[in-house]
C-alpha cells in the first residue's frame, strides 16, 4: 500500500511542472536565455543558479560560456515556476545534460539555495568547484551577483 500511495505521490508531483522544448535564439546573460518553441518566444530564468550580472567581473564569460553550448541548439526545459517579472524558472537541458548543474560546476554561477533547497547535487557542485577555485572562483574576493544588484540599485 505505500508503494501505491508513494508512486501516485510521484505522479502528482509531476504534473506540477511544465516540460517545454525550443531552439535557443538569445542568451541574455549566464543564467537568462530565450528559446522559441513553435511560434513563441518564451523567455526562461535558469532554475536554481545565480550568474555575475553582465557589467559585474566575470558577467560577460559567464554568459559566453552558456553561449558557447546551447545557442542555436535545441533544448528542453522543465519548468518549475514563473517568476515575477512573466520569465518562466526552469531547468535547462541540453542532450540530457543539465545546464543549470554545469554552469555551477564550472564556476560560471552561484547556486541560488534560497530558491533550490533540495537541490543536493547543485550545492556539491557549487562546493566543489569552490574548492577547486575554478571559474569565478579563481577571484580573490567573487562577488555574489544578489549583493551586487542591491549595491548598484542603490547607486541609481
Known sequence: MRKILFLIYIFI?????????????????????VIRSGSKKIRVRMYGI????????????SKKYLE?????????????????????????FYKSKDMNLEMIAT??????????????SYRKAFKK?????LGLWRDKNPENP???????????
Not at 546551447?70 to 535547462?92: A, F, N, S
Not at 564556476?107 to 543536493?120: I, T, V
Open 107 to 120: 564556476g560560471n554561477a552561484w547556486f541560488y539555495e534560497y530558491h533550490a533547497k533540495r537541490e543536493k
Open 13 to 33: 508531483l509531476s504534473l506540477t511542472s511544465m516540460a517545454i522544448s525550443g531552439q535557443v535564439i538569445d542568451v541574455a546573460d549566464g543564467d537568462t536565455l
Open 146 to 156: 544578489r549583493e551586487y544588484r542591491m549595491k548598484h540599485r542603490r547607486e541609481d
Open 68 to 92: 558557447d553550448r546551447i545557442l542555436h541548439k535545441k533544448v528542453d526545459i522543465k519548468v518549475m515556476d514563473e517568476d515575477k517579472y512573466g520569465r518562466k524558472v526552469g531547468k535547462v
Open 50 to 61: 545565480d550568474a555575475p550580472e553582465l557589467k559585474q567581473r566575470y558577467g560577460e564569460v
Open 129 to 133: 568547484a569552490q574548492e577547486e577555485r
